[in-house]
């Protein structure tokens, strides 16, 4: 029987505090029982003298100084591993929320996780064909990448993800396993229902993972959602050699949470209120994609995240594009011109692209083509410019080709059907289409070898 | 190990000791029972704090500290170079091997390998009179590298013994000297120091010798001294890590240290792959056989990410004392400097600019200070380089850490979103990079590669400023009514940008261009400026110009005349006076 602390010294927010602790350890998990009914999780998050500071799961409501009895696990957060996981759906904090019962498997792991060695990672090279143009085409998904959404409230970005878990599922060979590990931190309720029904849809509902943590449930848990997803995807990617798809969604939420967490606690803040380890706190979770030397599978993931007012220069967005290997932007400009997917090709980025495409992967015009429509399309942006400032009549004819151009590349090539499966060989082609539209000479980032065999 | 203390407050990777302890500054320890490497960063009347090199998850309070008696410190000897370290020079293959796939706490291995032996010449002989840094053994370290076991810079003293040439480990005696005082002391290849204290040499030179990289738009326009300090900042996705691994691969070093300080897992394991495969133009070996990486993905401790940047260039200099050319890599300073603010932010420091300690700048300059080309111990010549990448939040270029780097470097290589997003690589931009360098090495480039180089260098750079105030004009009322011989200064400048700032650095004739073809590429490219200006000067409109190909061809040049057949230029020149010809010909 172990001891029971009984009363606490604090509360503040989601934070608690206990004086007398003895043999704690930082991170470890702690049992709150409230009024000897309500049962409630923490985690210790500091630790000075014989005092612990506890974060508290499910918040702190109905929590007085003197209800609580609190024990020691001894642990820290662990989730419970098996390949039953798959078909489940869990709370923010890995307990089961569909009815089926606890997972039964004496293996748990501790969700923090740990990092990966360099040495043992197996560099990406695998291009998932997603059938989307402006990815495909433009910022080609990897086997193991990291490649968030980039996009704003209002926007498609969850059709796109769930655009890209359809079509993506369906592009692996038959003897692979594919499965999809979903985290929400956050989301609104028709959100996650939207994801669900979309897995439903599209038959794979028995290869997902859900964990879910809604607008209203409680914030804390949001910190944890995405490391218990990935604790599951690593299982299942390096142990049971699956390729998993990680759709984390929103990671804007993820972070005001942490602001939250971090203000309760009275830390220093640094940009925009956000703790000084955001940067750190975000690695730890995308850094948990990649490939491991000698294992089949492969943890491939898409974090969506709202940028705060549009911003791409907001600390969430711009710490996740230091760590994530490229990203995919949503314009609401392209949007409000009603062209799906909206992808605003120009800051969109895939780094592991490169290595992935030409020929053997995909085709060896590839990398020259997708080099020619940014720097086609960057200078449709400024005889538009200069549209605007003195008429599109006055522009010179190279201009005006440039505008046909862009018109064309925003409609055909970006813009498709959300069900519309389309090849890499359909989109190198309808990229040439469109690149005939300008004259040979304004087409410099390609070799002339290439230029002669598709011009 | 002596006990220190107890454990008595946690806060993330900073743990604190009660009361007053026998600990140092800057000392190493070793916490809880698992023995997490730490180092002392606090002391005061009744506590003690220290910084924690790996997780803390599962610590408790209680736990035992055990001091080291010695400041942090790295291990030098052979077996440093192709090699892959953490931040406090744990290889990381020996980890894979002890823990899996994953880093475990906890691990202690050996820096170096113990137990490999290394073919040993003994460059002393007894009754040699010694001092620090005078070289006693020479080991061919790879294919590419002699090192050069050296004393340590504090010691001195007449050589008693010696072992004869063969092989021994790294901690085998060879070599007895008699100290002044009269006590021996038996020397192996190995040297401890300290990572945060600059290793001692003789005096500094002044930078005169560039570091060449074969990268057009920096050996041309923006040169780096050997020994030089240049700062690479950019947003996401604007090409740092490309950038510096272009230098990383191709620059004429000696010696690369390639620091990962919280940069992505992948893209050290691209380096990996890469440098292991690739040939060094200049011995024909593996790339790696020069190379050390020091990898602290993000997702590592933080701690050990501040003291990975240290590590780096304590490493760097003891190459350097050998004489060797060093240049380091350090992507990103920006990772190092937020290592700096997160762990500030744990000890409840007073914040600056922010959020970033007030000590950032103090920081950064002593880290920048450390590169040089000196005179060393032993009186050889030797430099480090540092060139560090910068991720300016948002990629705003005013935020603290880019704007005091610029304070210390005299190297900026600023690049840019548009330029990038448009495609346009290397994205470093003209208008705002600079070079302080270049005075310095005016008469290294005149010697060496052609008397008209800087003239050439500096008519490039007045055309593309020329370009740009034009650029405001035709953003405003479009290129077609400006006068042509301003359309011709338009069409220059972009067969500069194209033909030769434009790099591709996945072709394999273009990804490495040698100074001598620089120089050509420029002729050319003024050539046609010249010739073309007389024709303009003369009456004949751009249209007509535009009619040949020959803006095409000059572009092409990077992709068309191979690197060793710089024969080719003399063709082009013919080209261009037959152009010439053939325009006023037709429109006389």
């Not at chain 1, 990649?290 to 995240?305: A, D, F, Y």
């Not at chain 2, 020091?294 to 050998?322: K, Q």
């Amino acid at each position: 029987m172990s001891i029971e602390y009984l009363g606490l010294s604090d509360i503040n927010g989601p934070l608690i505090a206990i004086e007398g602790v003895e043999g704690a350890a930082f991170e470890e998990i702690v049992e709150i029982t409230v009024d000897n009914k309500e049962k409630k999780l923490g985690r210790i998050v500091e630790l000075y003298k014989d005092k612990a500071v506890v974060q508290v799961f499910g918040g702190t409501d109905n929590i007085s100084l003197r209800n609580t009895r609190t024990r020691l696990t001894g642990h820290p957060l662990e989730l419970t591993l098996s390949e039953e996981l798959l078909g489940r759906t869990f709370n923010g904090i890995g307990e089961p929320i569909d009815g089926l019962g606890p997972i039964v498997s004496d293996l748990r792991r501790d969700v923090n996780g740990k990092p990966l060695n360099p040495v043992t990672r197996e560099y990406p090279r695998n291009y998932i064909s997603t059938g989307i143009s402006a990815i495909d085409g433009l910022a080609t998904l990897i086997r193991g990448q990291k490649l968030p959404i980039f996009s704003g409230n209002g926007l498609p970005h969850n059709e796109l993800a769930a655009q890209i878990v359809r079509q993506a599922s369906l592009g692996g060979s038959q003897d692979e396993k594919f499965a999809i590990v979903f985290a929400a931190m956050g989301v609104k309720y028709d959100v996650a229902e939207f994801f669900r029904k979309t897995f439903d849809e599209s038959g794979v509902s028995s290869h997902v993972c859900m964990f879910l943590n809604l607008a209203n449930d409680p914030v804390v848990e949001r910190l944890i959602t995405p490391k218990m997803a990935l604790t599951a995807a690593e299982y299942l990617a390096f142990e049971k050699g699956m390729h998993i798809l990680v759709i984390l969604t929103d990671m804007t939420s993820f972070a005001e949470a942490l602001r939250e967490v971090s203000s309760s606690k009275g830390e220093i803040p640094s940009r925009k209120g956000y703790p000084g380890y955001l940067y750190s706190e975000l690695a730890t979770i995308y850094e948990r994609a990649g490939i491991v030397e000698g294992c089949k599978g492969s943890v491939t993931q898409i974090p969506i995240l709202t940028m705060p007012n549009d911003d791409i220069t907001h600390p969430i967005p711009d710490l996740t594009g230091y760590i994530t290997e490229g990203q995919i932007v949503l314009d609401r400009n392209l949007h409000g011109q009603n062209i799906y997917p909206p992808v605003n090709v120009l800051p969109s980025l895939s780094r592991l692209m490169k290595d992935g495409i030409g020929e053997g992967y995909t085709r060896k015009d590839h990398q020259d083509v997708a080099n020619q429509l940014f720097s086609s399309y960057a200078k449709v942006g400024d005889a538009r410019a200069l549209a605007s400032v003195i008429g599109e009549d006055e522009l010179s004819p190279i201009d005006k080709k440039y505008l046909a151009f862009g018109k064309e590349f925003e409609t055909r090539f970006i813009g498709q059907g959300a069900m519309e499966n389309r090849s890499i060989i359909d989109t190198l082609t309808l990229g040439w289409e469109l690149l005939k539209m300008l004259p040979r000479e304004e087409l410099d980032r390609i070799d002339t070898k290439l230029l002669d065999a598709y011009y | 190990m002596e006990n220190a203390g107890t454990i008595y407050g946690i806060n993330g990777p900073i743990v604190y000791l009660k009361g007053i302890t026998c600990l140092k500054m800057a000392e190493m320890v070793y916490v809880g029972h698992e023995k997490l490497v730490g180092e002392v960063i606090g002391l005061t009347k009744d506590k003690a704090t220290i910084q924690v090199y790996e997780e803390t998850t599962g610590l408790k309070i209680g736990e035992p500290v055990l001091s080291s008696g010695a400041p942090i410190s790295v291990t030098l000897a052979p077996g440093i170079l192709h090699n892959i370290f953490d931040g406090i020079e744990r290889p990381l293959s020996e980890i894979a091997k002890a823990s899996g796939a994953y880093i475990s706490r906890g691990i202690s291995v050996d820096s170096l390998d113990t137990g490999k032996l290394w073919q040993t010449h003994i460059t002393v002989k007894p009754g040699d009179m010694l001092y620090g840094g005078s070289i006693i053994a020479e080991v061919p370290e790879t294919k590419a590298i002699v090192h050069k076991v050296m004393l340590p810079p504090d010691t001195q003293g007449r050589v008693i013994s010696v072992v004869p040439d063969g092989s021994y480990t790294i901690n085998d005696t060879i070599c007895t000297i008699q100290l002044s005082d009269g006590t021996e002391r038996n020397l192996s290849m190995t040297q401890h120091w300290p990572i945060r204290v600059p290793r001692p040499i003789q005096k500094r030179f002044p930078a005169n010798r560039p570091l060449i990289t074969g990268q057009r738009i920096l050996d041309t326009l923006f040169p780096i001294a050997k020994g030089g300090t240049a700062a690479v900042p950019g947003g996401f996705g604007t090409g740092k890590t490309m950038t510096q691994h272009q230098i990383a691969k191709w620059s004429d070093a000696d010696i690369i240290i390639y620091i990962g300080c919280g940069e992505r897992g992948n893209e050290m394991t691209q380096v990996l792959e890469d440098f292991s495969k690739l040939v060094d133009p200049k011995t024909g070996n593996p790339l790696m056989e020069r190379t050390t990486l020091i990898a602290n993905t993000s997702n590592m401790p933080v701690a050990a990410r501040e003291a990975s940047i240290y590590t780096g260039i304590t490493l760097a200099e003891y190459y350097r004392d050998m004489g060797y050319d060093v240049a380091i890599m350090a992507d990103s300073t920006s990772r190092w400097a937020e290592a700096l603010r997160e762990l500030s932010g744990r000890l409840e420091e007073m914040p600056a600019e922010e959020g970033f300690p007030a000590y950032l700048a103090s920081r950064l300059s002593a880290f920048y200070e450390r590169a040089g080309m000196v005179e060393t111990l032993n009186a050889s010549e030797g430099s480090v380089s540092i060139i560090g990448a910068v991720s300016p939040q948002g990629g705003d270029f005013s935020e603290p850490v880019t704007q005091n780097t610029k304070r210390f470097v005299r190297c900026f290589w600023g690049l840019d979103k548009s330029l990038a997003y448009a495609r346009h690589f290397p994205a470093i931009h003209w208008l705002t990079s600079y070079s302080e360098y270049l005075d310095n090495l005016a008469g290294w480039y005149t010697d060496n590669v052609g008397e008209d180089f800087v003239d050439c260098r500096n008519q490039l750079v007045a055309i593309l400023n020329q370009e740009s105030s034009l650029m405001e004009i035709v953003k405003l009322i479009g290129s077609d009514v400006l006068p042509d011989d301003q359309k011709l200064t338009l069409e220059i400048a972009r067969v500069i940008r194209l033909g030769f700032l434009q790099q591709n650095a996945f072709h394999p004739e273009d990804t490495c261009v040698p100074l001598s073809k620089q120089l050509k590429m420029m002729e050319t490219i003024l050539y046609l400026n010249k010739k073309a200006r007389a024709l303009v000067t003369m009456g004949m409109p751009m249209s007509v110009l535009k009619e040949s190909n020959i803006f095409e061809r000059v572009i092409a040049i990077k992709y068309d005349v191979p690197n060793d057949h710089l024969e080719l230029f003399d063709d082009y020149h013919k080209e261009i006076d037959a152009f010439y010809d053939e325009v006023l010909e037709k429109n006389a």
